[in-house]
């Protein structure tokens, strides 16, 4: 979309007007992705309506909370460590949160957060008043976010930093075009072509709003919105509020790019400019698909905890008893036994694709060992099964809960569940490589998920058989992946053996990595 030049030192990236959409750009296998969230989506869908409603709400709450907090450390405007952000998230920017933190967080900052968070309110009053994105709307939006912030930062024409007060819902009136690392200047649509760009926006966006995936529109306005940088400051935080207005009008949850995206999401912007807007496609479906898992996660340990808590009482006054006794009807009634059986539907899916990652387990340690064969090397492998069907179905429960946890995920434990293992043994030591495919969220969801994690063992003494931990406590524990793999009833069979094929690969490859570092 945008022409690049490479002067002797400094490269520029040149703007140039938005383009629209083209769909056809995109391969069959990323529409599958999308395809396959739309799943997990519908599968969100039917969760909350077994959910306590107030629970769904306060879970909305903190993320919007998590939301504001990062969006914020993204651009710079503040550093909050993990400790405070954590208990801002659940008790609100208030100063009494900050001081059950024990931190210390200037009252401006407090203050930018309420306004970021305030933001999500007049999205979703928008979306509930089917208003539809506007120019007014969005300058409207600018004035909220940044109504805390007095003034930004500007470089002026002899490279000196200056401050300069920020016009709230006005657009800039001077040109804004940011150098990084002073390699790489990057031009933004000049002051006097705002209007025109913005209203070539708002038109491209209504002109394909309604046939296109929501996550691949709220990518298409997310950059495009960014290419114009309409206002002077804050329009990296404006251009994610609207990703969430495009994804939440299309039923999905609201943009969470955290501070350990940061450089995925700058790599994934500057691959746009170049023309492909695939790897913040990538990032954005990743986000969302983790957020969607989560919300099935988190929203039940709230519930519990409500459950659990005088706030569940009610303001009738109920007793505890009779509050608790009221929860648990109201779920029942929402779970009607036919829902509950259509969603365990997917356990039947879980079960012959474990059997078949077994199966592909067992050959592609039989191809890691032809390779060290070759070489002289003498290793030994073997692969199995286990699961509900027989005495082993309560393996793994700690590894599961842990490598569950490391998704972002609720491993549900009272619902069938399957694992296929495989192990690769060299000399005196022994790598336990472990596939869990295990339902997410209690109550059920509709939604399995495939974990990866191994462990090295050493041999005890001169026993073949026998094995144990080091001497720390237990084996040494191996990261396999870099995201859990997931899946519905909905998902197509062929693709999710694809899917998984790739995903098993990636996984093992790893732990081969790592075993062989551990132990040479």
């Given at each position: 979309m945008n022409n690049r030049e490479s002067p002797s030192e400094v490269e520029v990236i040149r703007w140039a007007p938005i383009e629209p959409l083209d769909s056809a750009d995109y391969s069959s296998r990323e529409l599958q992705e999308l395809i396959r969230l739309t799943h997990i989506k519908n599968a969100w869908d039917q969760f909350k309506s077994g959910v306590d409603e107030a629970a769904i709400n306060e879970f909305m709450a903190e993320l919007n909370r998590s939301i504001a907090v990062e969006t914020g450390i993204l651009e710079g405007l503040?550093?909050?460590?993990?400790?405070?952000?954590?208990?801002?998230?659940?008790?609100?920017?208030?100063?009494?949160?900050?001081?059950?933190?024990?931190?210390?967080?200037?009252?401006?900052?407090?203050?930018?957060?309420?306004?970021?968070?305030?933001?999500?309110?007049?999205?979703?009053?928008?979306?509930?008043?089917?208003?539809?994105?506007?120019?007014?709307?969005?300058?409207?939006?600018?004035?909220?976010?940044?109504?805390?912030?007095?003034?930004?930062?500007?470089?002026?024409?002899?490279?000196?930093?200056?401050?300069?007060?920020?016009?709230?819902?006005?657009?800039?009136?001077?040109?804004?075009?940011?150098?990084?690392?002073?390699?790489?200047?990057?031009?933004?649509?000049?002051?006097?072509?705002?209007?025109?760009?913005?209203?070539?926006?708002?038109?491209?966006?209504?002109?394909?709003?309604?046939?296109?995936?929501?996550?691949?529109?709220?990518?298409?306005?997310?950059?495009?919105?960014?290419?114009?940088?309409?206002?002077?400051?804050?329009?990296?935080?404006?251009?994610?509020?609207?990703?969430?207005?495009?994804?939440?009008?299309?039923?999905?949850?609201?943009?969470?790019?955290?501070?350990?995206?940061?450089?995925?999401?700058?790599?994934?912007?500057e691959e746009s400019d170049k023309g492909s807007l695939r790897p913040l496609l990538e990032l954005f479906a990743r986000r969302q698909r983790q957020e969607l898992l989560n919300a099935m996660s988190i929203a039940t340990r709230i519930e519990a905890r409500r459950t659990d808590g005088v706030e569940f009482q009610g303001d009738d006054g109920a007793s505890r008893v009779r509050a608790v006794s009221r929860a648990v009807a109201h779920r029942w009634w929402n779970q009607e036994a036919a829902m509950i059986e259509e969603r365990r539907e997917v356990g039947t899916v879980g079960r012959n694709l474990t059997i078949w990652a077994g199966d592909r387990l067992s050959e592609f340690l039989n191809d890691a060992k032809s390779e060290f064969s070759s070489l002289g090397f003498s290793v030994v492998t073997f692969s199995e099964f286990g699961g509900v069907q027989d005495s082993r179905g309560h393996w793994w429960n700690r590894q599961i809960v842990r490598s569950a946890k490391a998704a972002g995920h609720y491993a549900n434990l009272s619902e069938d569940r399957f694992w296929v293992r495989g192990a690769l043994e060299y000399d005196k030591f022994r790598m336990v490589f472990v596939i869990s495919i295990h339902h997410i969220g209690r109550p059920i969801s509709g939604v399995m998920a495939g974990t990866a994690w191994a462990e090295i063992f050493h041999r005890n003494g001169d026993s073949r058989d026998r094995f144990d931990g080091d001497d720390a406590g237990g084996p040494e524990w191996i990261d396999c992946m870099d995201q859990s793999f997931t899946f519905t009833g909905e998902d197509d069979r062929e693709r999710l053996h694809e899917d998984m094929d790739r995903w098993i690969d990636e996984c093992l490859a790893v732990a081969i990595r790592v075993f062989a570092m551990s132990i040479r």
């Open positions: 503040y550093e909050l460590d993990r400790g405070i952000t954590e208990t801002l998230v659940e008790y609100g920017f208030t100063q009494d949160a900050v001081e059950r933190a024990r931190g210390n967080v200037d009252s401006n900052v407090l203050s930018m957060l309420r306004d970021q968070f305030q933001s999500s309110d007049m999205i979703m009053d928008a979306i509930a008043g089917t208003r539809d994105i506007t120019v007014g709307f969005i300058r409207q939006l600018h004035a909220l976010i940044t109504r805390s912030q007095d003034t930004y930062t500007a470089r002026d024409q002899f490279g000196i930093d200056r401050e300069q007060t920020l016009e709230h819902g006005e657009f800039k009136r001077q040109p804004n075009n940011p150098s990084r690392d002073g390699e790489i200047v990057h031009e933004y649509a000049p002051p006097e072509q705002v209007g025109s760009e913005m209203d070539r926006l708002i038109e491209l966006y209504d002109s394909f709003r309604e046939s296109i995936h929501p996550v691949l529109q709220a990518v298409w306005l997310h950059h495009r919105f960014v290419s114009i940088h309409p206002f002077a400051d804050g329009n990296g935080r404006v251009a994610r509020a609207l990703t969430s207005f495009a994804l939440i009008k299309g039923g999905y949850l609201p943009l969470h790019v955290r501070r350990e995206d940061r450089q995925a999401y700058i790599g994934a912007l």
